[in-house]
Antibody, heavy 115, light 111 residues
Framework: EVHLVESGGGLVKPGGSLRLSCAAS????????IHWVRQAPGKGLEWVSS????????KYADSVKGRFSISRDNAKNSVSLQMNSLRVEDTAVYYC????????WGQGILVTVSS | NFLLTQPHSVSGSPGETITISCTRS????????VQWYRQRPGSAPTTVIY?????PSGVPDRFSGSIDSSSNSASLTISGLRTEDEADYHC??????????FGGGTKVTVL
């Protein structure tokens, strides 16, 4: 069975850093890009970042470019999202997902940026 | 870049048919595939339509997707509306760099 499990969320002050992880199982990890999508409280979905299978193509939304960094470890079937210079507006549930239209997504992890 | 605009809410009675639109602000809707996701409260999104009109296994044929180049929009139609269809629905496509672009989401209410 396919699973994506996010971890590393929590409460952080503005300007702080947090590292999210996405642990994958149940599928051939190297066959898929992995994406991060976030959802602020009561708002819609926002794509954040993606990494292709061999880490040669990293993409970022303009809202996080220069602050967030995505990486993957194919030996450990995991993807990380390093989030620096966090802002209040980065507060959201963060989901990891495979390619568009491919389920399941992870269950999501809450990141709260507040003083 | 472009926007995908969805109605804030759509409602219908059990058994009725509803349609949710997703209008692309610039560039052609046919240039990139559109996906539709259903999201129930407190849960992650799940795919109900991928590649414009394809249904994943397990999604009933009451759900259908289409593209209309004349209105530059995609549509999700739910026929035979059921109470379990009550959820938020999000459309998603791609920009020229293959960044995902989401619509604002539509809340479906079953009256």
């Amino acid at each position: 069975e396919v699973h994506l499990v996010e971890s590393g969320g929590g409460l952080v002050k503005p300007g702080g850093s947090l590292r999210l992880s996405c642990a994958a199982s149940g599928f051939i990890f190297t066959s898929y890009s992995i994406h991060w999508v976030r959802q602020a409280p009561g708002k819609g979905l926002e794509w954040v970042s993606s990494i292709n299978s061999d880490s040669s193509d990293l993409k970022y939304a303009d809202s996080v470019k220069g602050r967030f960094s995505i990486s993957r470890d194919n030996a450990k079937n995991s993807v990380s999202l390093q989030m620096n210079s966090l802002r209040v507006e980065d507060t959201a549930v963060y989901y990891c997902a495979r390619d568009a239209g491919v389920d399941p997504w992870g269950q999501g992890i809450l990141v709260t940026v507040s003083s | 870049n472009f926007l995908l605009t969805q109605p804030h809410s759509v409602s219908g009675s059990p058994g009725e048919t509803i349609t949710i639109s997703c209008t692309r602000s610039s560039g052609s809707i046919v240039s990139k595939f559109v996906q539709w996701y259903r999201q129930r409260p407190g849960s992650a999104p799940t795919t109900v339509i991928y590649e414009n009109n394809q249904r994943p296994s397990g999604v009933p044929d009451r759900f259908s997707g289409s593209i209309d180049s004349s209105s530059n929009s995609a549509s999700l139609t739910i026929s035979g509306l059921r109470t379990e269809d009550e959820a938020d629905y999000h459309c998603q496509s791609y920009d020229t760099n293959y960044h995902w672009v989401f619509g604002g989401g539509t809340k479906v209410t079953v009256l």
